[in-house]
């Protein structure tokens, strides 16, 4: 049977739609769960540690002065915004989170690490 043109059209979005989708969730799974957990042992990032350790007031305080320490580089700098937005979204201060994301990314676009979250 022949699909008429609209039909078709709207079949082939739909499998494109499902096969981006999948590709999605399959990159979101290792971002979320192999590359921080990678990062943090390459790193040995403290304030990483304390996140994950639910120590979320220390996190807070380690990126906090490390931001303000002026003395990072771009790249720690954009990680430990990641960091501080991931322990907010973690306690729920997602004005918090999303700020320090967005921050984040301004200064380093192509930060996987800051997207997933």
């Not at 040995?44 to 996190?59: D, F, G, I, M, V």
Request: glycine share 2%.
């Amino acid at each position: 049977m022949k699909l008429p043109t609209g039909e078709r059209l709207n079949l082939q979005c739909i499998t494109k739609t499902k096969e981006y989708l999948i590709i999605y969730l399959v990159i979101s799974t290792l971002v979320r769960n192999y590359f921080p957990l990678k990062l943090a042992h390459l790193l040995k990032n403290e304030a990483w540690k304390a996140s994950t350790e639910l120590n979320y007031s220390k996190a807070i305080n380690i990126c906090t002065k490390q931001i303000e320490s002026g003395k990072l580089s771009k790249a720690k700098l954009a990680e430990a915004y990641t960091i501080r937005g991931n322990v907010h979204r973690k306690i729920k201060v997602f004005n918090s989170a999303l700020k320090d994301i967005s921050i984040a990314l301004e200064i380093k676009t192509d930060y996987a690490l800051a997207y997933a979250i």
